[in-house]
């Protein structure tokens, strides 16, 4: 008999019977609530481990109740139920901490997966806090956050995607700015969840052996086939295959990719029958498709069939309203990776992250934040932690004064021909340490550095045992390249 109690708070008398006779066959203690009312003395003498909550009650509306859940106990697990699928509302309840929503009329088996798909991630949980308090917990995918409307309207697509069961949609936008999120949302929010979603890059595989990975053989189709293999189409069947920098596809698989589009069908390597396919196909890529096709790189016709439902996911510096929310999210997502306690971040490196345009888009987000968290020894996030591309996004122009001499005598004016972030900040590190001959405290005042912050930087860059009887000469790599550590400005390379 299963020992999670479910609390079912619904007003449908049909829908209670069907869903108590569903759990109580599964082997569930269940109690029922038909109002917010009922509800809150439930929760106290029943003390559910799951809620299967109704969006519309007669006395309070079903999203505040979900508000008031999750502020009362942040860890309890809430399915989340109303008539149809309405994009907006999921969007809502996905925000205030939902695990499923499931339209109505709902399908059983999808219920009892969604039960326990849940409570099975939750015994995980469990047991690695358990039995390794000191590891790093072992997570499930960071998930799309964000409130801006870019973000609002893609949660909406993807919605829309999910539940009109699109057979093929294409991901566009530069690296790192969750495509692979996206692709795992639109299978979770599908009626294809339960079923597999097999990813494959393009990129990483060999070109001759992209066609068995994606179509199996039969035994004998070549020299070492000495038994049948399925591949990633057949492993799909039912669900998604998610197609990773399709751009770097070669044209003749294209091709057969193109067939498998149309028809439905494709045959394993070796073989003569054809195998029917219902899958959903999800492709994305960093690369100008439309501009491939000119150039003959890539084949018009897949093309074309691929841009029947195409998302653009926008880079970061075109969505910063996002980045405190991000931010705030990582810093949840870490405390509890890392058992770390961090309350927030500084407003003067929250000014920085919001100022900087973040090439490496939410994935260098993250990295910044995850490095920082690993490094920070109090309970906020500070200035020093961030990496010195972030801070450097402050010195626009000859005019910006950053450094450990006095104002108006040090300019960094930044060469066409760009430079070394780190050699720079290496060079000023050496010049702080050489003016009070190796005195840290004094050095690290003068960088507005954390004495920590500057012991790490200083093994870092090998100058434990500076400054030492040598000449003390700034690198021909810095001094030629424009950068400016005196008083007079030598060289700006113009």
């Known amino acids: 008999m299963n020992t999670n109690k479910i609390l079912v708070i619904d007003d449908e008398n049909l829908i209670c019977y ?24 439930k929760l106290a003498s029943f003390k559910p481990d799951l809620v299967i909550l109704d969006a519309t009650l007669p006395d309070i509306d079903g999203l505040q109740l979900l508000e008031q859940l999750k502020a009362d106990n ?29 339209g109505k009329p709902y399908i059983l088996e999808k219920v009892e997966q969604s039960l326990e798909k849940i409570f099975i991630n939750q015994q995980l949980s469990q047991d690695l806090s358990s039995h390794h308090p000191r590891l790093r917990k072992k997570h499930l995918p960071d998930q799309l956050v964000g409130n801006c409307p870019s973000m609002v309207d893609l949660f909406k697509t993807m919605s829309n995607c999910a539940q009109q069961d699109c ?22 929010l599908s009626a294809r969840e339960g079923a597999p979603l097999v990813e494959v890059n393009c990129a990483s595989i060999p070109d001759n052996l992209l066609e068995n990975e994606l179509f199996g053989h039969e035994k ?38 193109l067939k498998i589009i149309e028809n439905r069908k494709f045959r394993r390597l070796g073989g003569s029958k054809e195998i029917e396919s219902n899958i959903r196909i999800i492709a994305a890529t960093n690369q100008n498709l439309a501009e491939m096709v000119k150039e003959k790189k890539f084949r018009g016709d897949l093309y074309y069939r691929l841009n029947m439902m195409t998302i653009v996911l926008k880079p ?19 405390n509890d990776e890392y ?57 626009k122009g000859a005019g910006c004064i950053f450094g450990c001499a006095e104002p108006n005598k040090v300019a960094i004016v930044l060469p066409v021909s760009g430079i070394s972030i780190e050699e720079v900040e290496k ?46 000469k700034v690198p021909t790599e810095i001094a030629g390249r424009g950068v400016v550590v005196g008083s007079k400005k030598e060289n700006t390379g113009s």
């Open 18 to 41: 069907s869903l108590v006779k569903m759990l109580k066959g599964l082997g569930y203690p269940v109690e029922i609530a038909n109002t917010g009312v009922d509800a809150q003395l």
């Open 220 to 257: 004998g189709a070549y020299t070492d086939a000495g038994s049948r293999e399925v591949g990633v189409f057949e492993q799909a069947e039912g669900g998604t295959v998610f197609l990773d920098e399709i751009g770097d596809m070669p044209l003749n698989m294209q091709a057969k990719v």
């Open 316 to 334: 970061l510096r075109e969505r910063k309203r996002c980045i405190p929310s991000m931010v705030e999210y990582f810093i949840d997502r870490l």
């Open 167 to 188: 057979k093929t949609i294409l991901l566009l936008g530069e690296s790192g700015t969750g495509k692979e999120l996206v692709a795992h949302g639109i299978h979770d």
């Open 339 to 395: 058992g770390r306690s961090v309350n927030g971040i500084s407003k003067e490196a929250m000014r920085v992250l919001m100022d900087y345009d973040w090439p490496g888009n939410v994935r260098e987000l993250r990295n910044a934040v995850e490095r920082a968290m690993m490094l920070e020894q109090g309970k906020e996030l500070s200035i020093d932690h961030f990496c010195q591309e972030t801070r450097s996004s402050n010195l």
């Open 74 to 102: 942040s860890s309890l697990p809430i399915i989340l139920m109303s008539s149809g699928f309405h994009s907006d509302l999921a969007f809502k309840a996905f925000n205030l901490g939902v695990e499923e929503y499931i």
């Open 427 to 472: 060079e000023y590190l050496r010049q702080a340490l050489e003016r009070y001959d190796g005195n840290q405290t004094k050095a690290a005042k003068c960088l507005g550095l954390t004495l920590d912050t500057l012991r790490y930087r200083r093994k870092k860059f090998g100058l434990e045992n500076y400054p030492a009887a040598h000449d003390h």
